[in-house]
Each structure stands twice: as C-alpha cells, then as structure tokens.
C-alpha cells in the first residue's frame, strides 16, 4: 500500500510561507497521484492540490498563485509550497494517493496519513 506521511507544519503570520513535503514511499513505482487536503474544526475536509502521475498539477481556486504543488519521484516525496498564507489556510493538512488513470491499485490501499498542523496568525 502507498501511504503518505506529512511533514513542515507549523505557525506563521499573515503573509509568511511554509514548505509542507509528503513522503510516499511507492507512489512513483505505482503511478500514484498524489493530493493535499486540509481541515479544521470549523470547516470539512477540503481537497486543495493534486500532482499526477503525468506531472499535470490543479488547485483549489482559493489557492491559486499563492500556493505549488510539486514531486522528487527519486525521493517518492511530493511538496506544497505554501506563500502569502492566510488565516483561512489555517488547518490540519494531510496527503492521499490516488489511483489517477493509471495507477494501481496500492495507491489507494494506504489510507489517510495523520496529517501535520498549519496555523496562521493575523
């Protein structure tokens, strides 16, 4: 199974930058595509990224231009660049694989990762 494991949460203000990394060991034999969701206690769980297995990238119109999406297949780690963040960004961030178009099926047998806490202060 492809299970990613979260990692570069922390506190900013207003207008800082974090740099979230997602270790998936697999994902790149496997052809994994790989998304970044986000929680919070007031809020239900939002896809806001998704790199792919043919490198194409998306996002969550409320994250365009501030945030990147990005991998190092060598390291079967995917990045979310994460700048001019906001207070709304504030939220428990996890990544999932997903099978995409030609995945298999151990990209969706991991299951959810525990995630790793990003907060923005005003």
């Known amino acids: 199974q492809v299970q990613g494991m979260e990692s570069g949460g922390g506190s900013v203000q207003a207008g800082g930058s974090l740099r979230l990394s997602c270790t998936a060991p697999g994902f790149t034999s496997n052809r994994c595509d790989i998304a970044w969701y986000r929680q919070s206690a007031w809020k239900q769980r939002e896809w806001v990224s998704t790199?792919?297995?043919?490198?194409?990238?998306r996002y969550t119109d409320s994250v365009k231009g501030r945030f990147t999406i990005s991998k190092d297949e060598a390291k079967d780690t995917v990045y979310l660049q994460m700048n001019s963040l906001k207070p709304e960004d504030t939220a428990m961030y996890s990544c999932?694989?997903?099978?995409?178009?030609?995945?298999?099926?151990?990209?969706?047998?991991?299951?959810w990762g525990q995630g790793t806490q990003v907060t923005v202060s005003s």
């Open positions: 999932k694989a997903w099978s995409g178009t030609i995945g298999s099926m151990a990209c969706v047998t991991g299951g």
């Open positions: 790199v792919s297995s043919d490198d194409s990238t």
